[in-house]
């Protein structure tokens, strides 16, 4: 049995004076990744964070760098509460270093977290590039794209119009019968005190009133979002909108992990170099498409030029973005098919007026409902008509509006009046048409064409590879290291801005992490007399 002696003996005891000896700075280690954080930080630009406040009135406040800081290398520490905060400000070494002991509470993190928007767009310029200089950001190719992240709203509390109206309903008979009792017993007050009754409403009448506004707003929304259902052709009646209640500028989405529930869609551009965010920004749509350009626009008035070249997926290949990024002169890949055969193909024919061969009508494409897809048609650019695979003339009918991410724009259609009898009728008209196949096209076939020739060399396929890896990995940093799976904020504004503290912590850590590899291996060249 080991004697009282054996254990090792405390190396601090509790009522020493001095917590730390000789300083606080022994107690971290002189590579400790929080230096380089601090160093990094040091040399940015802070006069726009000082210029918010008022320099001589009140205590003196802690520098924003600090607070700053904290937040940003919590993140990259996977502590993102404003409570978990507080306590790693008085309890971890690494924080208590970095803030030189300051205690910053939660309420402080809470205010300054969402009262510095701007300013921390600013910061995230500035990181970018200093990376930039380090040649860590090239700007040779960068990735598109979204996630979903759920809303501070559970899934269980969202109503439709007509709930909300009808809760609305009851909060004003209740309102107005509590307004009266309280109208009743001032004037009895008023009669007995002989002076005026408060102009303020009492504090339950000013809980209730709020209550009002809350679902005032949400009615608002759903009015809209039923509104906009039914021009997309979706009767609101049999399948009505749900209003997100706790955040009512949240939408119900489906979940990555499966279901429906309050999400928001927030974006980032990266890359692929060493997958440096170059720009990021939230939305709640479904769908990111309507970002991708504003995207583009951003990454050069950040960094003074366009990417070279633009990665996205399927979901974010719409005509106007094919176009604007062929007219800013930046490469785009993304899905897309020719809409024409091309040689080699069942439906290719030297002269379209001819059919297609027996053998291979088998091998025609089809699309999503079963019919001839769109690519059997061949279309004549003089003469503007479409070619079936039979041979026979589809000419121009008529133009026709259509939403297509959240771009108004004009379709042409194009008509076969020789269907019936066509063998291929049955494989080629809905049953449901009366005056045979039509065609669409739209403004932006001749540019999507173009994309999609260049996506059908092995150059582009080698370069789209490697998209999930520069898009996705940022995603995937910012919700398992960080732990974004939920943001703590409401509002689209607030959201915008906690989405982009996430970004600069990761762009910070990362420049981090570049910074410290580069300066070992300048120091072991100068080991080995290579300096």
Same mark, same amino acid.
């Given at each position: 049995?080991?004697?009282?002696?054996?254990?090792?003996?405390? /190396?601090?005891?509790?009522?020493?004076?001095?917590?730390?000896?000789?300083?606080?700075?022994?107690?971290?280690?002189?590579?400790?990744?929080?230096?380089?954080?601090?160093?990094?930080?040091?040399?940015?630009?802070?006069?726009?964070?000082?210029?918010?406040?008022?320099?001589?009135?009140?205590?003196?406040?802690?520098?924003?760098?600090?607070?700053?800081?904290?937040?940003?290398?919590?993140?990259?520490?996977?502590?993102?509460?404003?409570?978990?905060?507080?306590?790693?400000?008085?309890?971890?070494?690494?924080?208590?270093?970095?803030?030189?002991?300051?205690?910053?509470?939660?309420?402080?993190?809470?205010?300054?977290?969402?009262?510095?928007?701007?300013?921390?767009?600013?910061?995230?310029?500035?990181?970018?590039?200093?990376?930039?200089?380090?040649?860590?950001?090239?700007?040779?190719?960068?990735?598109?794209?979204?996630?979903?992240?759920?809303?501070?709203?559970?899934?269980?509390?969202?109503?439709?119009?007509?709930?909300?109206?009808?809760?609305?309903?009851?909060?004003?008979?209740?309102?107005?019968?509590?307004?009266?009792?309280?109208?009743?017993?001032?004037?009895?007050?008023?009669?007995?005190?002989?002076?005026?009754?408060?102009?303020?409403? /009492?504090?339950?009448?000013?809980?209730?009133?709020?209550?009002?506004?809350?679902?005032?707003?949400?009615?608002?929304?759903?009015?809209?979002?039923?509104?906009?259902?039914?021009?997309?052709?979706?009767?609101?009646?049999?399948?009505?909108?749900?209003?997100?209640?706790?955040?009512?500028?949240?939408?119900?989405?489906?979940?990555?992990?499966?279901?429906?529930?309050?999400?928001?869609?927030?974006?980032?551009?990266?890359?692929?170099?060493?997958?440096?965010?170059?720009?990021?920004?939230?939305?709640?749509?479904?769908?990111?498409?309507?970002?991708?350009?504003?995207?583009?626009?951003? $990454?050069?008035?950040?960094?003074?030029?366009?990417?070279?070249?633009?990665?996205?997926?399927?979901?974010?290949?719409?005509?106007? $973005?094919?176009?604007?990024?062929?007219?800013?002169?930046?490469?785009?890949?993304?899905?897309?098919?020719?809409?024409?055969?091309?040689?080699?193909?069942?439906?290719?024919?030297?002269? /379209?007026?001819?059919?297609?061969?027996?053998?291979?009508?088998?091998?025609?494409?089809?699309?999503?409902?079963?019919?001839?897809?769109?690519?059997?048609?061949?279309?004549?650019?003089?003469?503007?008509?479409?070619?079936? /695979?039979?041979?026979?003339?589809?000419?121009?009918?008529?133009?026709?509006?259509?939403?297509?991410?959240?771009?108004?724009?004009?379709?042409?259609?194009?008509?076969?009046?020789?269907?019936?009898?066509?063998?291929?009728?049955?494989?080629?008209?809905?049953?449901?048409?009366?005056?045979?196949?039509?065609?669409?096209?739209?403004?932006?076939?001749?540019?999507?064409?173009?994309?999609?020739?260049?996506?059908?060399?092995?150059?582009?396929?080698?370069?789209?590879?490697?998209?999930?890896? $520069?898009?996705?990995?940022?995603?995937?940093?910012?919700?398992?290291?960080?732990?974004?799976?939920?943001?703590?904020?409401?509002?689209?504004?607030?959201?915008?801005?906690?989405?982009?503290?996430?970004?600069?912590?990761?762009?910070?850590?990362?420049?981090?992490?570049?910074?410290?590899?580069?300066?070992?291996?300048?120091?072991?060249?100068?080991?080995?007399?290579?300096?």
């Amino acid at each position: 049995m080991a004697t009282p002696d054996y254990w090792a003996e405390a /190396p601090l005891t509790r009522e020493q004076l001095t917590l730390f000896a000789p300083t606080l700075d022994a107690a971290i280690g002189a590579d400790d990744q929080v230096r380089l954080f601090d160093e990094v930080l040091s040399n940015v630009d802070w006069s726009e964070w000082e210029a918010a406040y008022h320099g001589r009135r009140g205590q003196p406040p802690i520098h924003p760098r600090h607070v700053a800081a904290a937040l940003l290398y919590g993140l990259t520490r996977g502590i993102r509460s404003s409570r978990r905060l507080e306590e790693a400000c008085r309890y971890r070494v690494d924080f208590l270093w970095l803030l030189c002991g300051r205690q910053i509470d939660h309420s402080t993190f809470a205010k300054f977290r969402t009262k510095f928007h701007d300013e921390l767009k600013g910061l995230f310029k500035q990181l970018g590039r200093i990376a930039m200089t380090l040649g860590l950001i090239r700007l040779g190719e960068v990735a598109f794209d979204g996630t979903r992240v759920k809303a501070n709203n559970s899934r269980y509390t969202t109503r439709t119009g007509k709930t909300l109206a009808e809760k609305l309903a009851t909060l004003d008979t209740l309102f107005e019968q509590m307004m009266s009792e309280c109208e009743a017993a001032d004037a009895e007050q008023e009669s007995l005190a002989g002076h005026d009754s408060p102009t303020q409403l /009492p504090p339950k009448l000013a809980e209730l009133e709020e209550r009002r506004q809350k679902i005032r707003d949400a009615l608002a929304e759903a009015e809209a979002a039923d509104e906009a259902r039914r021009k997309k052709g979706t009767n609101p009646e049999k399948n009505p909108s749900q209003i997100p209640t706790t955040d009512p500028e949240s939408r119900v989405m489906p979940n990555k992990e499966g279901g429906y529930a309050p999400n928001y869609t927030p974006t980032a551009t990266t890359d692929g170099e060493c997958g440096f965010i170059v720009d990021c920004d939230v939305t709640n749509d479904v769908n990111e498409a309507r970002l991708t350009v504003e995207s583009v626009d951003r $990454i050069e008035e950040t960094f003074g030029k366009r990417p070279e070249k633009l990665l996205t997926d399927a979901g974010n290949n719409h005509g106007h $973005i094919h176009q604007a990024m062929e007219e800013r002169g930046v490469e785009f890949y993304a899905p897309a098919e020719l809409g024409q055969p091309a040689p080699g193909d069942a439906a290719y024919r030297e002269d /379209p007026t001819q059919p297609v061969s027996e053998e291979k009508r088998t091998e025609l494409p089809r699309n999503s409902q079963g019919r001839l897809d769109k690519s059997c048609f061949i279309y004549d650019a003089k003469n503007d008509l479409y070619y079936c /695979p039979q041979g026979q003339e589809l000419s121009f009918e008529k133009t026709k509006p259509s939403d297509r991410a959240g771009e108004r724009i004009t379709l042409r259609v194009y008509r076969c009046h020789n269907c019936e009898g066509c063998p291929l009728a049955k494989a080629c008209v809905s049953p449901q048409s009366r005056s045979g196949r039509t065609i669409t096209r739209d403004g932006y076939e001749e540019v999507r064409q173009r994309t999609a020739a260049r996506m059908k060399t092995d150059a582009a396929r080698t370069l789209y590879n490697q998209r999930p890896r $520069i898009a996705e990995t940022t995603f995937g940093i910012i919700k398992s290291s960080m732990g974004l799976r939920q943001f703590l904020l409401r509002g689209l504004d607030k959201v915008k801005t906690e989405w982009h503290w996430a970004c600069t912590a990761l762009n910070l850590g990362k420049l981090v992490r570049h910074t410290a590899a580069l300066r070992a291996k300048r120091h072991q060249l100068a080991a080995e007399g290579e300096v």
